[in-house]
Each structure stands twice: as C-alpha cells, then as structure tokens.
C-alpha cells in the first residue's frame, strides 16, 4: 500500500540498526523510495538493496558523518537533482548514564554532536529540497527530551534540544514544511543496551516505533505543524 498519490522519496539517517533499519523496512514496504544514510559501513547496504528488489523502490545508501558539515554539504550537491519529500532525522547515540561529572569530555560532546548538531546539520542543509517539495521533517527526540532524568544530564540536554529546534523549525517553516516529533519511550536497541545495560528493561522495540513514525507520516494531515506526537505512553511517574 502507497501512502501518497504519487510516489515520494524518504531521506532517512541512523537508518543501519534499530528504530532507524525498522522504519526503513516499513517505509519500503509502503512504497516509498528510500535515501538511506548511516556513520558505518556494514551488511546493512546490501540488506537495503534487497529491500529495493522486495518492493520494487528504489534505494540508496551513502555512508556519512551528520557531525561534519564539509561532509553533508558533498551529499546535498550530489543528490542535487533529486526530489526528497520526506527527511526523518533518527540518528542518535548515547553513553552509559553516568552523572556529568563522571563523564568524560569525548563523552559530553559526542551526544551532543551527533543527537543536535548533526540534526540541525542535515536539517539546514537538506532544507531547500524539502521547501521545494513542500515536505516533511519528522525529529526523532525522545522522552528525555520531554521529561528529565538523573544521570542523563547531556543526553536529556541534547533531547530537548531536539524538541526545541523543530518546534522553532515549525514556526520558521509554516506553510512551507511540516516538523513532526517523535518521543520514543525506551527501545529495545544497542542504544539502549549501551545507555542502560542490564539495569533497566526496554519498553518497546524497534518496530514500535517504526510503526508509529509511518503512521506518523502517513496522518501527517491530523497533526498541527511542531507537535509531540507520543502514542507510547511511557513517561511513567
């Protein structure tokens, strides 16, 4: 089932492994074509491509740093002549939680780098496409973007940096592109067996969330531009 009348092309990053891959699945299965970035190389390029064959979209795959500016730029021009309707911005890390003063520096920034900076990085620049397109942002933050915990200091500031930047993004961009959130509860990934490890259980897994950013896209007309969308009800007391 394709969502849209005419097909439309998902710009997705953090899309190797867990939520990122999930959706990826699930987009493809919808029918959308697919512009898959991630950090690493690995099998996940050639599990992409037989997601092209499966469905019969097409597929492209880029390895890339969203932390370095030079790097996103050279993607931008060479993907210049396409039409990108959709970015989801889903890459993200985290440390194990610590209390800041335990962190290392490498540590602090790397959250922040890659969760914040690298969104706005991809966002800015990606931006001319999706004003062309009158698209979609869809910023995957998380519940410690909405609700903060002890020794998750950097990881809750980066988070809610997310939050901030899209609905700011929303009121820049009216009329011109839509910015959804996503605030997932916690997942069952390498993220967050490395953020947590054995000490706290995970609430859903990948797919959960997958379905909820498609369907996300999918009734993007029933969401005001710049909204929470939060369907996991997770934030425990």
């Known amino acids: 089932m394709i969502f849209f009348k005419k097909k439309q092309t998902v710009l997705l990053t953090g899309a190797a492994k867990g939520i990122g891959w999930a959706t990826a699945q699930k987009l493809a299965a919808a029918g959308f074509d697919l512009i898959l970035l991630d950090k690493n190389k690995g099998p996940w390029q050639k599990q992409a ?18 932390t370095q500016a030079s790097s996103v730029k050279r993607l931008v021009a060479r993907l210049s002549g396409q039409k990108i309707h959709i970015l989801i911005n ?9 209390f800041l003063d335990k962190q290392s520096d490498k540590e602090v920034r ?14 800015k620049y990606f931006l001319m496409h999706l004003k062309a397109s009158n698209g979609l942002i869809v910023n995957i933050a998380s519940g410690a973007g909405i609700k903060a915990s002890a020794k998750f200091a950097a990881y809750c500031a980066s988070k809610f940096g997310v939050v901030g930047f899209s609905q700011a993004m929303a009121k820049e961009l009216t009329k011109l592109v839509k910015v959804l959130i996503i605030t997932p509860g916690a ?4 993220l967050f067996k490395k953020g947590f490890g054995q000490k706290r259980k995970a609430l859903y897994q990948p ?3 997958a379905d909820i950013i498609v369907s996300s896209i999918k009734d993007q007309k029933k969401y005001s531009t710049g909204a ?4 996991c009800r997770h934030l425990e007391p």
Request: aromatic content about 4%; hydrophobic content about 45%; glycine content about 4%.
């Open 49 to 66: 491509n037989k997601l092209a064959q499966e469905h019969k979209i097409q597929v492209q795959t880029f390895v890339l740093d969203i």
């Open 90 to 98: 889903n890459a993200g890390v985290i440390t194990p939680n610590n």
């Open 187 to 190: 997942t069952n990934t390498s």
């Open 207 to 209: 797919e959960d969330i």
């Open 228 to 231: 929470i969308i939060d369907k």
């Open 110 to 123: 790397l959250m922040l780098d890659v969760n914040l900076w690298g969104m706005i990085l991809v966002t």
